[in-house]
């Protein structure tokens, strides 16, 4: 049987720090910080997606088909190695993902080489072929992440490793040019500290791999030589459950409590044929924020042929559902079942045992809620790509489970060709976009090895074929976490074209609270005279500026003409807050037709940040990136300087500040 591989990362690369604070993403450690929605950094996804909205990812095998995947080419002793990420600052690349192939999935080439440079250091601190990155076993018990290759991840090669990165990152592929190669980067990015010069924080790997692996491993290993049909009966009874019985008369209260905790464990065992008549209802503080069928809130099904087994939740070897998420509330918590409408009338045996901790959540702990949406077939003429999730404050999404097939006319599993799309705080650039649903789920080529399931991702059912094919999937997500504090909406498009009929079914786990953390507090348009004056707007010296009509990046793209001025030396402006404060975003709405791009931020004086080097989208040339970052002390006036590097063009239509928002506002 193969085995989720443990990789590790040279010592010298994640050296200790002074600093023993441990970095705001790293919520493996202790789970408990899951639902904390505190922390001013943002979580992005870098990907091969095609920059013109064209129905093939960039591979650079075919100009055709998606354009140039690198940010850019460099020469090297070796030989060129594209880039496919050069992210500036602070923070950390939580995921690497990629898949090779041509109509199914073929094994990494091993004579290309994964090179990964941190701040700004010549000498990469990983250098090796990309095949062993995703498979080769460690040299020592100090392991830093799992990896899974191909057959392991059906058809996906995953790496969870971290790298952690005070002063910048580069990841290149050294003779990637002309290979078919598709690839997905999570990373967040935190505030840069200006007092710090050493190396990044200690990544807890050991705590991340116990609890990848060592956790589940039994349960793991049962479950790949068990079926998994909807006919086969529990063979045990949950060890230290209270039983009870679920008739039609009325719902079953399984756990009420009064007074402020945490639900950190809830097991929930049933005969398997029963699953789909239960709905299960979880409320906090007096308000319901779950309700749906109980194995969905497991990440299961009974047709899976699977057991579906992941950190967070799943079903373990006596059969019954899990889940190590942790929910915390403030005032009381009730978990109850009923028969759902039209199920069996029989009665229902259910065996249940709850692990609470009663210590007070903290602050900024967010509420658990699960959000439903399902749709067979879609009408993407009428309602586009299909929104899973939309939030109104901040919050943190941690789990997806999605059961999707086609619609009953048209066969084989083209409904997985979709890319999803997140839009956070307003944006209208997607700081996330995917390269289908499999790859989503750490797979490849639909799935193309069948059936998996891992401690993160996994698809416990694949029956490909004709018009009855269909794929249920989970992930959680931990350091890689979409994070948001202001607003969501998470869309996936309907097949590879955006219009074709599917049918679907997901839920997102996410943890919520319907306050924003940070509001805008001052914008800057370039071209409006009245807006240039109140900032004392001074564009570059050698600056050209022209009014723009193009389209951002988003699906179906959004139109919009604007001034928008292009520059090698620094432009100056200055933006107040209503209010005092240290922590602020700042959003620039720029040029993409324009390569490169990578400058420094200055606010009062002090670097805070940078903007990163990008690739020239000429069919889609509005973007927007952001930035976060901290001052010293707080401040209500901000004068910025935009100096663009030595060589690079920096493009300017639009900036708006983010600020922390005012007690008593409806912020919290």
Same mark, same amino acid.
């Given at each position: ?120 250091? /010549?000498?990469?601190?990983? @250098? ?19 990896? #899974? @290759? ?64 060592? #956790?589940?491993?039994? +349960? ?13 009966? @529990? ?22 409590? !009064? ?5 950190? %464990? ?33 990440? /299961? +099904? ?14 373990? !070897?006596?059969?019954?559902?899990? /889940? ?7 005032? @009381? ?21 709850? +692990? ?60 997985? &060709? ?12 997607? %700081? ?37 094919? #269909? ?56 071209? +409006?005279? !009245? ?63 324009? &390569? ?19 690739? !020239? ?52």
């Amino acid at each position: 049987m193969r085995q989720w591989v443990l990789c590790v990362v040279a010592a010298a690369s994640f050296a200790a720090s002074a600093s023993t604070a441990r970095p705001p993403w790293q919520v493996w450690t202790d789970l408990a910080d899951l639902p904390r929605l505190g922390g001013d950094y943002g979580s992005y996804l870098a990907s091969s997606y095609c920059l013109d909205g064209c129905r093939y990812d960039r591979t650079s095998l075919d100009p055709g088909r998606g354009g140039q995947r690198f940010v850019r080419i460099e020469s090297t002793a070796e030989g060129e190695q594209g880039v496919i990420l050069d992210q500036p600052g602070a923070g950390a690349v939580t995921r690497l993902w990629m898949t090779t192939g041509d109509g199914v999935s073929q094994p990494l080439p091993s004579d290309v080489r994964l090179r990964i440079y941190l701040d700004g250091e /010549a000498v990469p601190a990983l @250098d090796q072929p990309l095949d062993a990155f995703f498979r080769e076993a460690p040299p020592s018990r100090d392991a830093a992440a799992l990896a #899974a @290759d191909r057959l392991l991840a059906s058809g996906g090669n995953v790496s969870y490793r971290p790298f952690a990165y005070r002063h910048g990152i580069k990841i290149a592929l050294l003779n990637g040019a002309g290979r078919r190669l598709w690839y997905q980067i999570n990373y967040v990015q935190t505030p840069e500290d200006a007092s710090s010069s050493g190396a990044p924080e200690d990544a807890d790997t050991s705590t991340l791999m116990r609890r990848l692996v060592e #956790a589940s491993n039994a +349960d793991r290993a049962l479950a790949a030589r068990l079926p998994f049909g909807r006919g086969r009966h @529990d063979a045990a009874a949950l060890p230290g459950a209270t039983s009870d019985e679920l008739t039609a008369d009325a719902p079953l209260v399984l756990l009420r409590r !009064a007074g402020p905790g945490t639900l950190v %464990s809830t097991r929930i065992q049933l005969d398997r044929e029963r699953w789909d008549d239960v709905q299960l209802s979880i409320a906090f503080d007096g308000e319901s924020t779950v309700d749906l069928p109980v194995a969905e809130f497991f990440a /299961a +099904d009974a047709a899976d042929r699977l057991r579906p087994l992941g950190l967070l939740a799943g079903v373990d !070897a006596l059969g019954a559902f899990y /889940a190590r998420f942790p929910m915390p509330y403030r005032r @009381d918590v009730e978990v109850s079942v009923r028969l759902r409408d039209g199920a069996d009338a029989r009665p229902v045996a259910i065996r249940h045992v709850f +692990d609470v901790d009663p210590a007070p959540p903290p602050p900024d702990a967010g509420v658990l809620h699960t959000q439903v949406h399902a749709a067979c077939p879609t009408t993407p003429q009428i309602d586009g790509d299909q929104v899973l999730l939309r939030h109104e404050g901040r919050g943190r999404l941690f789990g997806l489970v999605a059961w999707m097939s086609g619609d009953g006319v048209h066969e084989g599993g083209y409904y997985l &060709e979709g890319d999803e799309r997140i839009y956070v705080d307003g944006a209208v650039q997607p %700081s996330w976009y995917g390269t289908g649903v499999e790859d989503l789920f750490n797979g490849g080529f639909y799935f193309d090895r069948g059936a998996y399931v891992g401690p993160l991702a996994g698809a416990p059912l694949r029956r490909s074929g004709g018009i009855d094919d #269909a794929t249920s999937m989970y992930r959680w997500f931990l350091a890689d976490a979409p994070r948001w504090r202001r607003s969501v909406v998470y869309k996936l498009e309907n097949g590879a074209w955006g219009d074709e009929p599917l049918c679907l079914r997901t839920v997102a786990f996410y943890y919520a609270s319907p306050e924003p953390a940070q509001e805008i507090v001052a914008a800057l348009q370039l071209g +409006d005279a !009245a807006a240039e004056a109140a900032a004392g707007y001074a564009r570059g010296s050698d600056a050209r500026c022209a009014v723009q009509d193009a389209l951002f990046g988003d699906e179906p793209p959004t139109s919009r003409s604007a001034l928008v001025c292009r520059a090698t030396t620094p432009s100056r402006f200055t933006l107040s807050s209503p209010r005092h404060g240290t922590a602020f975003r700042l959003r620039r709405t720029f040029d993409a037709g324009v &390569e490169g791009q990578a400058a420094e931020i200055l606010v009062n004086g002090v670097r805070v940040g940078a903007w990163p080097d990008t690739q !020239a989208n000429p069919a889609r040339r509005w973007s927007q990136a952001d930035v976060d970052f901290a001052l010293p002390l707080p401040a209500d006036v901000l004068s910025f300087e935009i100096r663009p590097l030595p060589g690079r063009r920096v493009t300017e239509s639009r900036y708006e500040l983010f600020g922390a928002v005012e007690a008593g506002s409806g912020g919290g």
